[in-house]
C-alpha cells in the first residue's frame, strides 16, 4: 500500500487549492476530478475558486479517494464511470475500464459495416465497443457476450441507460453461442501472467487482463473458432497488445484468412489486427 500523504486531521480547515498543493505526488488533473465529484462542482468552478474551504467530510473523503488513487485504484471505479466513444459508461470493479486506444477497434468495425450487418462483440465487459458501434449504427443488430455475468449485468445497466438496444448473452467465447455474423469484434485479455505491469492493474479483473502463452491464449482461441461463426467473407477484428501484431497475422492466416492486416493507434502502435474469411 503507498503511504498516504493525505492529512487526516478532519478538524482542520483546508481550502481545495490548500488540498491539491498537500497531494504533490498525484497527477494535478487526478486531484481536480477528485474534488469536482466529491463537492459537485465542475472543473472551471474548482479552478476558479481554490480558496473554498472543505468540510471535514469533504476532506476526508477527498483523502480517501487520494489514497486509492496511490494504490493504483483506476479514477473511473472511484467515480463508478468511465468515457468512451463520447458515451459516459457505468463501470464497476466486476469490468475493465474502457480504454481510449479500444476506440480505434470500434472505428475500424464501423468501416467494414453494411446496411444488414450484424455484428457479435466477444468479451464486451461494460458494452464498451458493442454500445458504441450500435450508438453510430442503431439500424444494424449488435450482440455482446461475456463469460462473466456481473460483467453483463454492467453491460445491461448502459445499455438501458443510454437507451441504446444491445442483445447480451452468456458465454465463454463462442460456446454457448449460436448463430453467424459478419463481422466478430473482441478485445479479449492478452497480457502475459509474467508482466511486471499487471501489480498496478491489481484493482481491475484479472480474468479481464490475463492470457497465457505469453497472453496469446485467448486470441488463439478465438481466431481458431471464429470461422465456424462468420458469415461467408465475414470479418474478425481483434485488438492486442503492442508486441502481438506480427503473431495475431500469422494466426490469421494459419486458420486461412485473407486480407491480414493490422491498424496503428494514436500512439502508433499497431494495436487492432483484422481478417476477411471466404468459404472455399
Ligand atoms: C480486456 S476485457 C475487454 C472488455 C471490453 N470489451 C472493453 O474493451 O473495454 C476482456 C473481457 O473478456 C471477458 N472474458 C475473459 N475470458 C472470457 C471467456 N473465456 N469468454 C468470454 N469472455 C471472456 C472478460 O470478462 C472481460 O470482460
Redesign the pocket.
Known amino acids: 500500500m503507498a503511504e498516504s500523504k493525505a492529512n487526516t486531521n478532519a478538524s482542520e480547515i483546508l481550502t481545495t487549492g490548500q488540498w491539491i498543493k498537500q497531494q504533490d505526488d498525484l497527477p494535478r488533473l487526478d486531484c481536480e476530478l477528485t474534488l469536482c465529484y466529491i463537492l459537485g462542482v465542475n472543473r472551471a468552478s474548482v479552478l476558479a475558486c481554490p480558496e473554498r474551504p472543505l468540510s471535514a467530510d469533504q476532506l476526508i473523503e477527498t483523502n480517501r479517494w487520494a489514497d486509492s488513487l496511490r494504490n493504483d485504484v483506476p479514477f473511473a471505479y472511484l467515480a463508478g464511470e468511465q468515457e468512451?466513444w463520447g458515451l459516459k459508461l457505468a463501470v464497476s470493479r466486476n469490468?475493465?475500464?474502457?480504454?481510449p486506444e479500444?476506440e480505434l477497434?470500434v472505428e475500424c468495425a464501423l468501416t467494414l459495416i453494411k446496411s444488414g450487418t450484424n455484428i457479435l462483440?466477444?468479451?464486451?465487459?461494460?458494452?464498451?465497443?458493442a454500445l458504441a458501434i450500435a450508438s453510430e449504427r442503431p439500424d444494424i443488430k449488435v450482440t455482446g457476450?461475456?463469460?462473466?455475468i456481473d460483467?453483463l449485468l454492467v453491460a445491461k445497466k448502459n445499455s438501458m441507460s443510454l437507451d441504446i438496444d444491445v442483445t447480451l448473452k452468456q458465454?465463454?467465447?463462442f460456446?454457448s453461442l449460436t448463430g453467424h455474423w459478419q463481422i466478430i469484434v473482441?478485445?479479449?485479455?492478452?497480457i502475459d501472467p509474467g508482466d511486471p505491469h499487471l501489480k498496478h492493474l491489481h484493482a481491475e479483473?484479472q480474468?479481464?487482463?490475463i492470457a497465457d502463452e505469453q497472453g496469446v491464449a485467448?486470441l488463439r482461441k478465438i481466431i481458431a473458432e471464429a470461422p465456424n461463426y462468420l458469415k461467408n467473407k465475414g470479418w474478425l477484428l481483434l485488438?492486442h497488445g503492442f508486441d502481438q501484431a506480427q503473431q495475431v497475422r500469422l494466426l490469421l492466416e494459419q486458420s486461412g484468412f485473407q486480407a491480414v492486416g493490422s491498424h496503428r493507434d494514436l500512439a502508433n502502435i499497431e494495436r487492432v489486427t483484422l481478417g476477411q474469411y471466404i468459404y472455399e
Open positions: 468512451f469490468v475493465l475500464v474502457p480504454r479500444t477497434l462483440d466477444l468479451g464486451t465487459g461494460s458494452g464498451a465497443i457476450s461475456d463469460i462473466s460483467a458465454s465463454s467465447w460456446e473482441s478485445n479479449p485479455p492478452y479483473p480474468q479481464a487482463l485467448d485488438e
